[in-house]
């Protein structure tokens, strides 16, 4: 199955766009619990309240070999329904993009990956040419430091811009998003206007400062779906006691509710 079909079914089934980000920090989570062991209860706690996985390569990476297997042995307890984004923001020439394709989709199995477009669409056919597998383009993205870059402009359009229109021209297998953060809803919502049957996956809720409702509103499509928005830290460690899972459900739940509240919003 693709990751568009697996994506809307899953949406469908937990009426949710809530993505899940398990990026494990050992120092927030309760003492004597592996990596692998504490992925495992969010997910078995969250399964049916989510519309996708994240996991933040680096967070595993930075473990050393032993993060990569934790990460392995947390890609074998997903769910089979419900996608898994592997968020890596790789971007390369084109013999590394394909091998990092090659990485991220054959050897790790995600549904899909973020890709930093920046070298150009070269860097980026490699991941795009798996035509069942998702391709999120970091468009304008949520750091403070975004702006540096991205708010340039060039011929008097925003850079951000020109990367959802690019996204749009390369997008010949209807397999690739853009990734959009929730700390700039005004360029959601614009974004949202240039790509309207595009996938947005939204990061910066929560302890970035996204606002919930706003992001809701303006990242969704006519139809109150194809935004992905993502929270991690305010769902991995609503607590850091014994009762980590209970309270992760607890907040992915009310989370969940307040997206369905917005998800409808009555465009102009």
């Not at 494990?24 to 992925?39: A, L």
């Not at 390569?57 to 392995?72: N, P, V």
């Not at 329904?81 to 390369?92: L, M, Q």
Request: neutral net charge.
């Amino acid at each position: 199955m693709g990751f568009k079909k697996k994506l809307r079914e899953a949406v469908d089934r937990n009426a949710s766009l809530l993505c899940v980000g398990l990026d494990p920090e050992p120092s927030q989570m309760p003492p004597g619990i592996t990596i692998s062991e504490f992925n495992r209860a969010i997910i078995d706690a969250t399964r049916d309240l989510v519309c996708a996985y994240k996991p933040n390569l680096a967070f595993y990476e930075a473990e050393g070999i032993d993060g990569l297997r934790a990460l392995e042995e947390t890609l074998r307890h997903m769910p089979a329904d419900i996608p898994v984004i592997g968020d890596a923001k790789r971007g390369d020439i084109g013999n590394t993009a394909r091998k990092y394709a090659q990485a991220l989709f054959d050897s790790f199995g995600f549904d899909a990956a973020t890709v930093n477009p920046y070298l150009g669409y070269d860097s980026v056919e490699p991941f795009i040419s798996y035509p069942k597998k998702g391709v999120f383009l970091l468009c304008r993205t949520s750091n403070p430091s975004a702006k540096d870059f991205q708010d340039l402009k060039c011929e008097g359009t925003p850079l951000y811009e020109l990367v959802a229109r690019k996204a749009l021209d390369w997008n010949v297998h209807g397999n690739i998003g853009l990734v959009v953060g929730a700390t700039f809803p005004q360029e959601l919502e614009r974004i949202r206007r240039l790509c309207p049957a595009m996938p947005l996956l939204i990061p910066g809720v929560g302890s970035q400062g996204g606002d919930l409702p706003t992001v809701t509103r303006c990242g969704v499509d006519e139809t109150g779906g194809n935004a992905i928005i993502n929270v991690s830290r305010a769902v991995l460690y609503a607590s850091k006691g014994t009762d980590f899972a209970e309270a992760a459900r607890a907040a992915a739940e009310t989370v969940r509710n307040t997206m369905n509240a917005h998800r409808h919003p009555q465009r102009p």
